[in-house]
Nanobody, 112 residues
Framework: QVQLVESGGGLVQPGGSLRLSCAASGRIFSINVMGWYRQAPGKERELVATINNVGTTNYADSVKGRFTISRDNAKKTVYLQMNSLKAEDTAVYYC??????WGQGTQVTVSS
């Protein structure tokens, strides 16, 4: 059984920052790709960023230059540092491990 526990969401004003964390536990011994996705109301879930086990990253065009994904392999944890947040970043953010396992989602709301 693999569990993913997300934290760090919340309400922030436009231009503000948040840091999301996602820790994996259970029977998972090596993780190649870790990533973050988001789903806004009435929209499909979309890729935000991914990182593989050698640190290669990939970002959606809409977040390039504002978001940074990182990981701690020893802790089986992936992070998403979100800066210069905009109202259109409002969504439920989900972490994904190895393309298989999903976190429960954490709400990010950007509003004044």
């Amino acid at each position: 059984q693999v569990q993913l526990v997300e934290s760090g969401g919340g309400l922030v004003q436009p231009g503000g920052s948040l840091r999301l964390s996602c820790a994996a536990s259970g029977r998972i011994f090596s993780i190649n790709v870790m990533g973050w996705y988001r789903q806004a109301p009435g929209k499909e879930r979309e890729l935000v960023a991914t990182i593989n086990n050698v640190g290669t990253t990939n970002y959606a065009d809409s977040v390039k230059g504002r978001f940074t994904i990182s990981r701690d392999n020893a802790k089986k944890t992936v992070y998403l540092q979100m800066n210069s947040l905009k109202a259109e970043d409002t969504a439920v953010y989900y972490c994904n491990i190895a393309g298989v396992y999903w976190g429960q989602g954490t709400q990010v709301t950007v509003s004044s």
